[in-house]
Each structure stands twice: as structure tokens, then as C-alpha cells.
């Protein structure tokens, strides 16, 4: 069982910055590859940022220049910097995860609650 809890959500004015956090804790053998995603009321969740075990990342191509991913996989952390904000990058952000329970076995998907950006103009 994984568990993972997002920090780091706030209001900023378009321009700013913010940085999430997300931390896994659990019994787990190893974490694989762990993303953001985010929702904003009425449209569909997509994915954000994401990084492999090894460091590869993939963005969306409207934060590309803008987000940086990261992750520290002795502490099991995955972080996200957001620079020059807009207000279409409001939504609640998710932190996910791919882990696997032990040697050889294979990979369950896990999800935080979420935590809201909001970005005003």
C-alpha cells in the first residue's frame, strides 16, 4: 500500500511561482515512474509532468518552459515548480505514482487528494 500526500497549492497573481510536493510513504518495494495531473471544474484530468525512475520527463505542451519536474528517490519524493503561472493553469493537482509491491510483482497505480492551485489574473 502506497499513500501520497500533495503540498505546496496556494493562490499566486499570474507571473508567480509555486512549488508541489509530493511524498510517498507506505510498505512498497519501489516506485516507478510518478506524474502530476490536474482537473479544474468541468473539463477532464490530464497529465501534467511526468518523470521516470531514471529522470526522463514528458509535459504538457502548455507548460513546457514553464514547470520542471523532480524527484529524490531516496526520500520517495516527486516535486513540481510552476514559474510565470497563468489562470488557465488553475485546477486541483494530483500527485500519481506506479509502485510496485515487491520483487516481481506487478505495478499499481496510486493517487493523492489533490491540491488546489488558483492563479488570478
Known amino acids: 500500500q502506497v499513500q501520497l500526500v500533495e503540498s505546496g497549492g496556494g493562490l499566486v497573481q499570474a507571473g508567480g511561482s509555486l512549488r508541489l510536493s509530493c511524498a510517498a510513504s507506505g510498505t512498497f518495494f519501489k516506485i516507478n515512474t510518478m506524474g502530476w495531473y490536474r482537473q479544474a471544474p468541468g473539463n477532464q484530468r490530464e497529465l501534467v509532468a511526468a518523470?521516470?525512475?531514471?529522470?526522463?520527463?514528458n509535459y504538457v505542451d502548455s507548460v513546457k518552459g514553464r514547470f520542471t519536474i523532480s524527484r529524490d528517490n531516496i526520500k520517495n519524493t516527486v516535486d513540481l515548480q510552476m514559474n510565470s503561472l497563468k489562470p488557465e493553469d488553475t485546477a486541483v493537482y494530483y500527485c500519481n505514482a506506479d509502485a510496485l509491491k515487491g520483487w516481481g510483482s506487478s505495478l499499481d497505480n496510486y493517487w493523492g487528494q489533490g491540491t488546489q492551485v488558483t492563479v488570478s489574473s
Open positions: 518523470i521516470t525512475r531514471g529522470g526522463s520527463t
